[in-house]
């Protein structure tokens, strides 16, 4: 019987954010099946930077395009961010420690074969495009990913 893990990501903060990949890269390595839901700020985490568009965008979905992180780089620290000096000096810390960054462990849940889903409404209401998401992320409604976590050996929000 295959072990499951379902993660809901809510947050669009940095460290919240590593908690959850090294979370999932790590309970991938056990086996486990991992399911990541990203909703409405934790939608950052999965853009691609590359591939950001205003193209047939509303007036405010492009001014919310405009202050939205335009990737994992640029999620803020949740506590002690300072303008951004609490999240160099956290940066610094952990190259310091040869720590892997954030970006990182989003490219080993890639390559360990995460599923990425994002919330649909939250992708709506954002303003977001599925061209702007990696490409492993598929769109999906709430009750959908639902109907899985249901049968979740472990469910996590962040």
Same mark, same amino acid.
């Given at each position: 019987m295959t072990k499951t893990m379902d993660l809901i990501m809510f947050s669009g903060e940095y460290d919240k954010a590593m908690a959850g990949l090294i979370l999932a890269n790590t309970a991938r390595e056990m086996d486990v099946e991992v399911n990541m839901f990203f909703a409405f700020w934790g939608l950052s985490l999965i853009r691609d930077p590359d591939h950001l568009s205003n193209e047939d965008k509303t007036l405010y979905e492009k001014m919310f395009s405009l202050i939205s992180p335009k990737g994992p780089e640029d999620l803020p620290l949740s506590k002690m961010n300072w303008a951004g000096i609490g999240k160099r000096v956290l940066l610094d810390m952990m190259e310091e420690d040869h720590a892997p960054r954030l970006v990182d462990f =989003? /490219?080993?849940?890639? !390559? /360990?074969? $995460?599923?990425?889903?994002?919330? !649909? =409404?939250? $992708?709506?209401?954002?303003?977001? &495009? &599925?061209?702007?998401? =990696?490409?492993?992320?598929?769109? $999906?409604?709430? !009750?959908?990913? =639902?109907k899985g976590a249901l049968e979740s050996n472990i469910q996590m929000f962040i």
């Open positions: =989003l /490219k080993g849940a890639r !390559k /360990k074969q $995460v599923n990425f889903y994002a919330c !649909k =409404l939250s $992708v709506e209401v954002m303003g977001f &495009k &599925k061209e702007e998401f =990696l490409p492993e992320v598929e769109i $999906v409604e709430a !009750k959908d990913f =639902l």
